[in-house]
Every structure is written in structure tokens, then in C-alpha cells.
């Protein structure tokens, strides 16, 4: 069974960087597509940005598009989010997730992810 773990997460300033990564163990993550979704209290979970497992696909949500960036490392089982002008609108719990969606299209879709993490709370403050 795969395992997933964040780790990166935080308290940043506004303006500011973090960089999030995930560990996969147990198994390995090299054909499978990885993907950040992040929850904020009282707010349902949301996609940030996924990775598709040759790494050529790579979409992101609109809020964060420009500012963050997904990478993987297939060697190293692990996965990787730059998080850079950080907002205070970017404060969440921010998990990753590992799976094998149907379609290139479907790498936004949680549903389509079969691991995930117990997530990193990143706190930006204004």
C-alpha cells in the first residue's frame, strides 16, 4: 500500500515562498499522476496543480497559475510544489495525492486519485 507524506508546509509572510514535497513509500509513484489539492477552513477541498507521471502534463488552478510549480522525481518516488508570491488567500491544508486518472483532462478531478496524504497546513499571514 502506498503511503504518501507532506512535508514543507508553515507560517510565511504575504509576498513569500514555501516549497512542499511528498514522499511515497511503500510502493512505487512512477506511472501514476500527482496532484496538490488544498483545503481551507469552512471551504470544500480544491485542486491546486497535477503532474502527469511523465511529468509533460501539468495543469494548475487559475488562482495559482504563474506562482506555484508542480515537479516530480520518479527516482526518487517524490513529488514537489514551489510555492511562490504567496497570498493570505492561499492559507489551507494542502495535501497531495497519487493515482491513475483516465484522461489527461481528468488530472484536476479528486476522484481520480487513489492515495493521498494526511496534509501540510501552510499559513500566510497579510
Known amino acids: 500500500q502506498v503511503q504518501l507524506v507532506e512535508s514543507g508546509g508553515g507560517r510565511v509572510q504575504a509576498g513569500g515562498s514555501l516549497r512542499l514535497s511528498c514522499a511515497a513509500s511503500?510502493?512505487?509513484?512512477?506511472?501514476?499522476?500527482m496532484a496538490w489539492f488544498r483545503q481551507a477552513p469552512g471551504k470544500e477541498r480544491e485542486f491546486v496543480a497535477a503532474?502527469?507521471?511523465?511529468?509533460?502534463?501539468?495543469p494548475y488552478a487559475n488562482s495559482v497559475k504563474g506562482r506555484f510549480t508542480i515537479s516530480r522525481d520518479n527516482a526518487r518516488n517524490t513529488g514537489a510544489l514551489q510555492m511562490n508570491s504567496l497570498k493570505a488567500e492561499d492559507t489551507a491544508v494542502y495535501y497531495c495525492?497519487?493515482?491513475?486518472?483516465?484522461?489527461?483532462?481528468?488530472?484536476?478531478?479528486?476522484?481520480?486519485?487513489?492515495?493521498w496524504g494526511q496534509g501540510t497546513q501552510v499559513t500566510v499571514s497579510s
Open positions: 495525492a497519487a493515482g491513475r486518472p483516465t484522461r489527461d483532462y481528468r488530472l484536476g478531478h479528486a476522484l481520480e486519485y487513489k492515495y
Open positions: 511503500g510502493g512505487t509513484i512512477s506511472n501514476d499522476a
Open positions: 503532474i502527469s507521471w511523465s511529468g509533460y502534463t501539468t
